[in-house]
Structure formats: structure tokens, C-alpha cells
């Protein structure tokens, strides 16, 4: 198949979409990327990048095509909704002029923001071809849980927009299971929703996870609890501020934290008013390749969410990172990615936004023996090997393509 993923993200900003490119050109499948000039999460152009330049280059063998984009910046939501906008409006002008013959299928990866699949529908009515969207965040719902005032004010025209969105997408594949009834509110129907969970790659395999040390030589010593990923207002950093105040007493302790985001400043000043700097330390972000061996450093692994009820329909992708490591959970989050933990008897999970049973859990999971912290690390991975194995994943993502492009063909 000719396949044309059209994301705002990509290498060498840091998604999953980068690794489902590799994978379907490795299958074979002649896939061309479409996106935008990375700047995610820092809110400023990668080096070498700028608004004009760099239109084509390739990523492990794969063409990407970009278009620019207003970065993100830190200027607030008024910046963030150029960003959100910017994408699919240079998408939508300049994409039939660069992109090579039409494609058979159009591939959207959708975290925030959705308005990128206004890029693909450009397209399909261009074109004529269906487009498959791989749905990661729920909007309206996020828009008004994240947007504060703004959000709240946008709410209905962007429930509006992304039902308009959603209806004239021919297949949608969901992260979660409970995507599929806030979908079906929002007038999809039951037949055209699919469930396809992430993956994680397959450097954190069992074979990989000691291999490369340069990214976590600094990691203090004493009982190490990892939060890796974006440091943004969805993930409850307050929760892990005020566990960390309730164990500051405990000087084995140590919260390391790895990633960036719009709230890093934030963070940093916040650890330094509440004079936790001996307790939690910010290592900033790493590498792909560095990230296993920084799990593999880590006695529990920390995922916070927001309490709201947006966030208890998703799974943080970081899970599956998390299950595939071997390391044991410590998860403060509420529904689906609370299930997970739990079912896979991975480790603990408590309510979001309850910073008391989250230092109480890492209590609990400090005082268990390395052996039984190790074995809820091997339970974790048998269940990602059940769950998210990227190879089955991946033959039902290509399976959901040949699908609805045999459909198209079909219905003429």
C-alpha cells in the first residue's frame, strides 16, 4: 500500500507515530510522513529548524514532508491555538503541491491537537481516499479540561468541530476501550470505532534494558522512583510535589524526574520554594535509546494523572513503556490506566491527585524485598506481552488499512 501518515508530531520530537512508520515500511508499504517543524515539548524550533527550510528529508528511510507550523512557545493559550491551527492550515495549501501521486490510505496520529486531521480531510476530498484515524486524546473533552476559561468559553464550538471531524473519518482506531462510548456520544458509529492500544519499541525488550548507561550515571542512590515523559498540566505534578514533601524525612528516597515540557520552570522553581532539591531532582530529558537503561536504574516507575474524568478514559503511553521495562508501577491515576496496573498486578495504583497513598505506595513498595518488587516487574512484562506486543499490534494496524482501502476500492 501507498501510505500517507499526516502528523503534527515527528521524529525528532519523541511519539510513537515515529516507530509505526519504521514498522509499516519495514513491511514493506511505501510510507510517506507529513508534519509539521518539531518543537514539542520545549515550545521552540528544534536547532537546524526554522518556520521556511528543511521542506523534505528522511527518516530511517522513510520520505517526511514538512510544512511550517507557529511553535508552541509559552505564551498561553492564545499561542498554543496558533500552534493547534497553523498545522492543518499550511498542511491543507501546501501538501498537494509537495507530496508525491496520491496515496491509497491516510493515516492520522492524534494526540492533541485533533485539528490535524483537517490536513487528511483536505486530502481525502482531493484525493478520494479513506482516512484511518489513530485517535490518542478525546476532544472536546480535553480542550475544556486542559483549556481552563478559554476551554470552558471554546467548548461547544470545538465539540462542534470535532464531531464534524470524527463523522467524515471512515475508520478510527482507539487507544482506550473506553474511547469507544464518549465516541458514540459524540454521534460515531459503533462500527466504525476499532480498539488498537500503543505499543512500546522494541528497545525496551528484555534485551535491551541494561544495554546503555550514559543517560542515568547522575541518578542519586537510594530508592530511585522514575517519572519519565512530559512535565504539562495533565500530569498532576502537584500530586508528586506534595508525596515528596510528605517523605522528605526519608532521605533514601529520590523522585527522579526525566522529561520537559511547559511546566518544567514551574517544577524546578517549585522544588526549590519547598525545599525539596535533596529529594527530587530534574534530569531533563534523554534519549530514546538512553531511556531503558534509566528505567532499568529505577526501583518503581511513576505515572500521575489529573483527576478528571477525560483522563480516566485514557492510557498514559508510558505504560506500556513502564510494563515492557520490568519495573514495578506506582500509579496515581484514576480508570482505564489504573485498570491496567492493577489487572497486570504490576504494581499500585491509588486515585489521582491523592499525594497521601501515593507516598504511602512508595512506602509500601520500598519496603517490600527486591525479590517481590522484581517479580510484580516480570508479572508487568508478561502482560505487555499479552497486551501490547508490537508485532500483533502492528499486523491489526495493517490489517484495518488493507481493510477499509479494500472498502474503498469496493464501494467505487
Request: charged letters at 20%.
Amino acid at each position: 500500500m501507498r501510505i500517507l501518515i499526516v502528523s503534527q508530531y515527528f521524529w525528532p520530537e519523541r511519539f510513537r507515530v515515529n516507530d509505526l512508520a519504521i514498522a509499516l515500511k519495514d513491511r514493506g508499504h511505501q510510507v510517506t510522513v507529513l508534519t509539521g517543524k518539531p518543537n514539542y515539548p520545549g515550545g521552540r524550533f528544534f536547532p537546524g529548524y526554522g518556520f521556511w527550510g528543511r521542506v523534505r528529508e528522511a527518516f530511517e528511510g522513510v520520505p517526511v514532508v514538512r510544512v511550517p507550523l507557529v511553535p508552541r512557545g509559552f505564551g498561553g493559550p492564545g499561542r498554543l491555538a496558533l500552534n493547534y491551527l497553523s498545522f492543518p492550515l499550511f498542511a491543507s495549501l501546501l501538501a498537494p503541491l509537495r507530496l508525491p501521486r496520491p496515496q491509497d490510505v491516510i493515516v492520522v496520529f492524534a494526540p492533541s491537537p485533533l485539528t490535524v486531521t483537517l490536513a487528511a480531510l483536505t486530502l481525502k476530498c482531493l484525493w478520494r481516499r479513506p482516512v484511518v484515524l489513530w485517535l490518542q486524546d478525546i476532544w472536546p473533552d480535553s480542550v475544556e479540561v486542559l483549556g481552563g476559561r478559554a476551554g470552558a468559553w471554546l467548548s461547544p464550538w470545538v465539540g462542534r468541530l470535532s464531531s464534524f471531524i470524527y463523522m467524515r473519518c471512515d475508520w478510527i482506531l482507539v487507544q482506550s476501550r473506553a474511547f469507544g462510548p464518549r465516541l458514540r456520544e459524540l454521534g460515531v458509529p459503533e462500527g466504525r470505532v476499532e480498539y488498537l492500544p500503543n505499543w512500546a519499541e522494541d528497545l525496551y525488550g528484555s534485551g535491551n534494558r541494561t544495554g546503555r548507561q550514559a543517560g542515568c550515571g547522575e541518578f542519586p542512590r537510594g530508592f530511585r522512583v522514575v517519572f519519565a515523559g512530559n512535565l504539562g498540566a495533565g500530569q498532576s505534578l502537584e500530586t508528586l510535589l506534595r508525596a515528596a514533601e510528605a517523605l522528605r524525612e526519608v532521605p533514601d528516597i529520590h523522585w527522579v524526574v526525566i522529561g520537559d515540557g511547559r511546566r518544567r520552570s514551574w517544577l524546578a522553581e517549585q522544588v526549590t520554594h519547598r525545599g525539596l532539591g535533596k529529594t527530587v531532582h530534574l534530569v531533563g530529558s534523554r534519549s530514546l535509546e538512553d531511556m531503558p537503561a534509566c528505567f532499568a536504574a529505577a526501583d518503581a516507575l511513576l505515572v500521575t494523572l489529573a483527576p478528571a474524568p477525560l483522563f480516566a478514559l485514557t492510557i498514559p503511553s508510558k505504560i506500556q513503556s513502564y510494563l515492557a521495562a520490568g519495573k514495578p508501577i506506582i500509579g496515581a491515576l484514576d480508570g482505564e490506566g489504573a485498570r491496567v496496573v492493577a489487572e497486570a498486578e504490576a504494581g499500585i495504583a491509588v486515585p489521582a491527585g491523592a499525594d497521601t497513598d501515593l507516598a504511602r505506595a512508595v512506602l509500601t513498595l520500598r519496603e517490600l524485598p527486591a525479590a517481590e518488587r522484581a517479580a510484580m516487574g516480570l508479572r508487568g512484562r508478561r502482560y505487555f506481552e499479552q497486551h501490547f506486543c508490537r508485532d500483533r499490534l502492528i499486523d491489526r494496524f495493517e490489517a484495518a488499512l488493507g481493510a477499509v482501502t479494500r472498502s474503498e476500492r469496493g464501494g467505487g
